[in-house]
């Protein structure tokens, strides 16, 4: 019964594992961080919470690029 309920949460869960895979080779998050939103990714209601956590450092790394002169969009 637990794998049928755990199933959706791997699920909708790997599109954010991807992503702070994603965001770790590209530099906008450490190496520890990647690992701990895996970490709560697989942990229900804590999947959330990295989530927002991971939506936030995503914006702050864009934010911060495209602030400088080099990161600006044409």
Known sequence: M???GFAP?????S??????V???????IEHG??????VL???FVTDLI???VLYTKLC???WSVSDSPIGTRL
Request: charged residues 10%; glycine residues 2%; positive net charge.
């Open 60 to 62: 702050r790394a864009m």
């Open 2 to 4: 637990a794998a049928v």
């Open 15 to 20: 599109y954010c594992i991807a992503a702070a």
């Open 41 to 43: 990714h697989l942990l």
């Open 9 to 13: 949460l791997l699920a909708t869960s």
């Open 33 to 38: 961080t990647m690992i701990s939103l895996i």
């Open 50 to 52: 990295a989530s927002v």
């Open 22 to 28: 994603r965001a770790q080779r590209e530099g906008a």
